[in-house]
């Protein structure tokens, strides 16, 4: 790679935030969030493909990959928290103006960057992730009610959520071509999700989840009034995630660019190609269009 991947930590107010950095430093940024159960890693394939046009930078929230995982009782694992660690981590590295990447988690504290901080986001590339209540699928029904009654039901949500067979169907889902799918990488994260204290911190952070529903309304006003270019990548194959969900992005932004793709919820296990080539199609389209305003605008 003419631009290899850089692997670095950064302190926040005592806090270790590990990153992935790749690209030049005055390319067009890319802001990668990822989602549960994984970390940056997730973000490799497009690493790979993309750091000789863009500057793509990818962290590890608090409690994921190789960033700091201090106790609930230290950390309040809410969204709200991790997108003040993300907007502070982009300050840190004086990163301006991005186009965020959002897959999964990466939804919730993308979304609460973009409303917070509009004047940095120049675009949203959204990866199965979720802005519509209609868009959780099935499985929602008993994470639902563990929203509704915490004490009943947290037992069986933990056994759920941190099972290794459920790590290994958040990746393979409904796709009949299961011999697409590298095993490491739910065995990688399974790993991960038994370090000590994992089980606290997830259940915490996906309690919190029914926060990012109740948000859901704010979102879709503010994609609405804003009208962001917005690319939707959907890999078919979810367990989780309806498909209908990247028809809902499309009511609320109408110019919204869509695609579904042969992949499931981590679409870049198997489709990473196609996903980068997207990406950057879209992104010089972006560009070459805020080009042009600016050019009209200034006509006299």
């Known amino acids: 790679m003419k631009h290899p991947v850089r692997y670095r930590t950064i302190d926040l107010d005592g806090l270790s935030i590990f990153y992935r950095d790749a690209g030049p430093a005055d390319a067009p940024a890319i802001l990668l969030l990822h989602g549960l159960p994984s970390s940056s890693r997730m973000f490799e394939p497009l690493l790979q493909r993309l ?14 990959g190789h960033s700091d995982a201090p106790k609930p009782k230290d950390f309040s694992y809410t969204f709200d928290r991790l997108a003040d660690v993300v907007a502070r981590f982009t300050q840190k590295l004086v990163l301006s103006r991005y186009s965020l990447y959002m897959q999964d988690y990466g939804g919730p504290v993308g979304f609460r960057l973009a409303l917070a901080h509009p004047d940095r986001v120049e675009s949203l590339i959204i990866q199965n992730a979720v802005a519509h209540n209609e868009g959780l699928g099935k499985p929602w029904a008993a994470r639902r009610a563990f929203w509704a009654d915490r004490a009943t039901h947290e037992a069986a949500l933990r056994i759920n959520l941190l099972s290794f067979e459920t790590t290994r169907t958040r990746h393979l889902g409904s796709d009949p071509r299961i011999d697409r799918y590298d095993p490491d990488l739910w065995t990688d994260e399974f790993a991960f999700l038994n370090r000590e204290g ?3 911190i997830q259940t915490e952070l996906f309690f919190d989840y029914r926060n990012n529903v109740a948000s859901y309304p704010a979102w879709q006003a503010w994609m609405r009034e804003n009208q962001p270019p917005m690319l939707v990548l959907w890999g078919k194959y979810d367990p989780s995630f309806d498909l209908s969900e990247p028809d809902a992005y499309k009511r609320d932004v109408p110019e919204a660019e869509v695609h579904i793709l042969d992949g499931g919820h981590f679409a870049l296990d198997t489709s990473a190609d196609e996903i980068a080539d997207l990406t950057d199609a879209f992104l010089k389209k972006n560009r070459s269009s805020r080009t042009l305003k600016s050019a009209l605008r200034h006509l006299p």
């Open 51 to 64: 750091s000789d046009r863009y500057r793509l930078i990818a962290p590890d929230y608090p409690g994921f």
């Open 198 to 200: 994992q089980a606290d």
